[in-house]
């Protein structure tokens, strides 16, 4: 069983920049993709961004691309979303999820699932 926990939201203002983390626990990380999706108040979860395995390939969201970059740590268990020139309609609770194969870009595919963080982007 893994367990995800994610950290690094607040409160910015347009144009500023936040990093997420996502420490995983309880498997083995370097083996699973990662990804990050949004839940906006009212709207469904969408997807943010992916990463391999070993972090050789990223996909991003038309919505995000340019502006925000996955990575991921697989000595420390930990992916990274850095998002930079942010605006109103990033302001969404982030999730990090966790899969045991390739990338996906549909929530329905991932196993595993953080708590969430919070972003809020005032203008």
């Known amino acids: 069983q893994v367990q995800l926990v994610e950290s690094g939201g607040g409160l910015v203002q347009a144009g500023g920049s936040l990093r997420l983390s996502c420490v995983a626990s309880g498997g083995t990380f370097g083996s699973y993709a990662m990804a990050w999706f949004r839940q906006a108040p009212g709207k469904e979860r969408d997807f943010v961004a992916a990463i391999t395995w070993s972090g050789s390939l990223a996909h991003y969201a038309d919505s995000v691309k340019g502006r925000f970059t996955i990575s991921r740590d697989n000595a420390k268990n930990t992916v990274y979303l850095q998002m930079d020139s942010l605006q109103p309609e990033d302001t969404a609770v982030y999730y990090c999820?966790?899969?045991?194969?390739?990338?996906?870009?549909?929530?329905?595919?991932?196993?595993?699932w953080g708590q969430g963080t919070q972003v809020a982007v005032s203008s």
């Open positions: 999820a966790a899969r045991g194969l390739g990338v996906r870009r549909q929530g329905s595919e991932y196993d595993y």
